[in-house]
């Protein structure tokens, strides 16, 4: 079955400083590849996906991805921090068969003022 | 548009009794599907949908069933809670399928089985 695996449960930035969230990625194939935030007591609301064009994505609030084929990686950076993107961060990878979805455990962002 | 309703928003249960959980949208999206989040587990698919009439299991299906009987709506029935089910429940709707497209989250059910 496909997977992520995103390293860090918590990760605390100070506001204004780069936000770099990582997911790495089991396949065989080059996956489809996901980010999705979720703000609290919210359910979860798409950033960027990766559907095999461009490498480098760009998403919603400045958040962009580079997926790395070499390095099975997809992880999400942000140049500058805001305090409202304190949120917890999942990454996601479809199935094979086009009807699966599997996310990441999260990783929880906080932003230090 | 309401986009994805979820109702109730909490509910506590005894183990043993039943419920359903209820999801609604008003986009007309043809997928649907129920996902279970669990503390340093992520979400994970329970049932998908790929149109009315038509369901298929996800990845922990044990303890649920689902039924589609119309575009809108996608319920999901727990027949004989257990405490293992106490967890938070998101339903989500996508256009097309889960590979591709965007997902639309309802804002989820807290259910706790006791």
């Known amino acids: 079955a496909q997977s992520v695996t995103q390293l860090g449960s918590h990760v605390s930035v100070s506001e204004g400083a780069l936000v770099l969230l990582r997911c790495n990625y089991s396949s065989s194939v080059p996956p489809y590849l996901f980010w999705y935030v979720q703000y609290p007591n919210q359910g979860l609301q798409l950033l960027l996906k990766y559907t095999s064009a461009a490498t480098l994505v760009k998403g919603i609030n400045g958040f962009e991805a580079e997926f790395k084929k070499s390095e099975t990686s997809f992880h999400l950076t942000k140049p500058s921090a805001h305090m409202s993107d304190a949120a917890e961060y999942f990454c996601a990878v479809s199935g094979l068969t086009g009807n699966q979805f599997y996310f990441g455990t999260g990783t929880s962002l906080t932003v230090i003022p | 548009n309401a986009g994805v309703t979820q109702t109730p928003k909490f509910q506590v249960l005894k183990t043993g009794q039943s419920m359903t959980l209820q999801c609604a949208q008003d986009m007309n999206h043809e997928y649907m599907s129920w996902y279970r989040q669990d503390p340093g587990m992520g979400l994970r698919l329970i049932h998908y949908?790929?149109?009315?009439?038509?369901?298929d299991q996800g990845e922990v299906p044990n303890g649920y069933n689902v039924s589609r009987s119309t575009t809108e709506d996608f319920p999901l029935r727990l027949l004989s809670a257990a405490p293992s089910q106490t967890s938070v429940y998101f339903c989500?709707?996508?256009?097309?399928?889960?590979?591709?497209?965007?997902?639309?989250f309802g804002p989820g059910t807290r259910l706790t089985v006791l």
């Open positions: 949908s790929v149109g009315a009439g038509i369901t």
């Open positions: 989500a709707s996508s256009p097309q399928g889960l590979a591709l497209d965007t997902q639309y």
